[in-house]
């Protein structure tokens, strides 16, 4: 069993940066391919960014592509989302999700995964 511990989220202005962190704790963390996505109210949740287990290939979604960067602390046991010239489109409930993986893939929608974390927001206005 994986829990997932999220933060990081809070207000800032168009054009600002935020990180978001996810820690990991109940497995083993290198085994682990990891993902981030969104939801915002009235809409679906959506696919932002994904890292393999070794960190070495990353995946993004052509909305953040460009402007977000997800990375990897394997000795750490966390993830991390940078965000980067952040749009008010981009308010939204910040989601970490895990999936254990030997092959090295990533993954992309949100029912391939098998943990994810409680969510942290993330509001982007003046």
């Known amino acids: 069993q994986v829990q997932l511990v999220e933060s990081g989220g809070g207000l800032v202005q168009p054009g600002g940066s935020l990180r978001l962190s996810c820690a990991a704790s109940g497995g083993t963390f290198r085994s682990y391919a990891m993902g981030w996505f969104r939801q915002a109210p009235g809409k679906e949740r959506e696919f932002v960014g994904a890292i393999t287990r070794s960190g070495g290939v990353r995946k993004y979604a052509d909305s953040v592509k460009g402007r977000f960067t997800i990375s990897r602390d394997n000795a750490k046991n966390t993830v991390f989302l940078q965000m980067n010239s952040l749009k008010p489109e981009d308010t939204a409930v910040y989601y970490c999700?895990?999936?254990?993986?030997?092959?090295?893939?990533?993954?992309?929608?949100?029912?391939?995964?098998?943990?994810w974390g409680q969510g942290t927001q993330v509001t982007v206005s003046s």
């Open positions: 999700a895990a999936r254990r993986d030997y092959s090295g893939r990533y993954f992309m929608t949100w029912a391939e995964y098998d943990y």
